[in-house]
Every structure is written in structure tokens, then in C-alpha cells.
């Protein structure tokens, strides 16, 4: 079992530009959360999918959008980047109270 | 709003030394307490984890004590080694795995 990818691993673009970051989960988890880590802090909560919609959602503006796909896959947009968006987007996957981080995709914004 | 904090941001201790990390949550509903190593540029890993109905929980080196009634939770870390330098990371949970995290805590452990 690969547990959690994410692809890509780094990525750079530049102010206003927009950004896919995709994530699979481990096998036999149901539910996508992704986080949002600027460096030195803490992982902010940014949304989470279970059954392909969106079930709940932190305190993250309109130009962050996701999907979750039927084979739980998941993936993360965020439109009109900012050079604040710079930061280590983490993804989760979890079934009842296992979670599984996935290593992350590292976004500068120039 | 759901809130956890978490002190001190930065802690050194010495080799065989004791490492204590402590985190305040502020939604009473919370009930699961799980706290997580991040090393530089890995995902974050689960060490130990509590639930609301126990007040303590050890795993070899590492425990965990949770006081419901002052909304608190520690981390202690006996006879550290170099190896358990990283950041350590506390989270706070109800209902359906919406994380609510610490701001980190970089642990130094001098040889």
C-alpha cells in the first residue's frame, strides 16, 4: 500500500495565476481533508470531501475550490494566487479514526 | 471559535533530559487528542493519541495526559535523544476528523 500521494511535489507560479494539486488517498479511505502549512506554522484546516461533496470547510476564502472524485481521489484549486498562498498544502485521507498525511506539495508563489 | 494553542514554541533540552509540551483546546465537544512529529520537509507522523474518556496514556518513551475540566493536554517525552529533535504538533477533534491544530512546537535535543 503507497499510502497518501500527492503530485506535485514542488511548484512555482507566479501572482494571479491559477493551481491543481492532486491528491490519492490510502487505499480503503473515503474521505479527502487538505490543509493549507505556511512555514513555521501549524496545518490550517481547509476543507474537507467525503461521498464527492464538500462536508465541511475552514475559514478559507472562494478561490480555494476542491472535487473528490468517485475513487476518492481528490484534488485542490486555488484561482488568483497570492504571494500569501506560498505554503506546504498537506492532504489527508481518513476512514472512522485512521488518518493518513499524505507528504505534501510545496507552492511558491512569485 | 475552535481554537487550540500550544507552548512553547520552541524548546532545548539536553540529551536524557525530560520534554514537556503543553496545548489548551477550546471547544468542550472535542474528543479526540492526537499529537504528531513533522521532521523538515516529511509529513506529519501520529505518535500518540488520546481520547476524551482516559486521562493518560503512555507509549514507551512518550505520554500523553488529558484534563477535560481545564481543557488541556500535555506531551512529555522522557530520556530524549537527538532523534526525537522535529516539530511536534498537537490537534484537537470532534466529531468528523476536522483537525484543528496546534501552532508547532520545535523541540532541540543537544547531544
Known amino acids: 500500500d503507497a499510502g497518501v500521494t500527492q503530485s506535485p511535489t514542488h511548484l512555482i507560479k507566479t501572482r494571479g495565476q491559477q493551481v491543481t494539486l492532486r491528491c490519492s488517498p490510502k487505499?480503503?479511505?473515503?474521505?479527502v481533508s487538505w490543509y493549507q502549512q505556511a512555514l513555521g506554522q501549524g496545518p490550517q484546516f481547509i476543507f474537507q470531501?467525503?461521498?464527492?461533496?464538500?462536508?465541511q470547510r475552514g475559514n478559507f476564502p472562494d478561490r480555494f475550490s476542491g472535487h473528490q472524485f468517485p475513487n476518492y481521489s481528490s484534488e485542490l484549486n486555488v484561482n488568483a494566487l497570492l504571494l500569501g498562498d506560498s505554503a506546504l498544502y498537506l492532504c489527508?485521507?481518513?476512514?472512522?479514526?485512521?488518518?493518513?498525511f499524505g507528504p505534501g506539495t510545496r507552492l511558491t508563489v512569485t | 471559535g475552535e481554537n487550540v494553542e500550544q507552548h512553547p514554541s520552541t524548546l532545548s533540552v539536553q540529551e536524557g533530559d525530560s520534554a514537556v509540551i503543553k496545548c489548551t483546546y477550546s471547544?468542550?465537544?472535542?474528543?479526540?487528542f492526537p499529537w504528531y512529529k513533522q521532521e523538515l520537509g516529511k509529513r506529519p507522523q501520529l505518535i500518540i493519541d488520546?481520547?476524551?474518556?482516559?486521562g493518560e496514556k503512555k507509549d514507551q518513551r512518550i505520554a500523553v495526559t488529558l484534563n477535560k475540566t481545564a481543557k488541556h493536554f500535555s506531551l512529555h517525552i522522557t530520556e530524549t535523544q537527538p532523534e526525537d529533535s522535529a516539530v511536534y504538533f498537537c490537534?484537537?477533534?470532534?466529531?468528523?476528523?476536522?483537525?484543528?491544530f496546534g501552532t508547532g512546537t520545535r523541540l532541540k535535543v543537544l547531544a
Open positions: 488520546i481520547r476524551s474518556n482516559v
Open positions: 471547544d468542550s465537544a472535542s474528543n479526540y
Open positions: 489527508a485521507s481518513s476512514l472512522a479514526r485512521e488518518v493518513d
Open positions: 490537534a484537537a477533534i470532534k466529531g468528523t476528523y476536522k483537525y484543528i
Open positions: 487505499s480503503g479511505h473515503d474521505t
Open positions: 470531501y467525503y461521498e464527492e461533496e464538500e462536508r
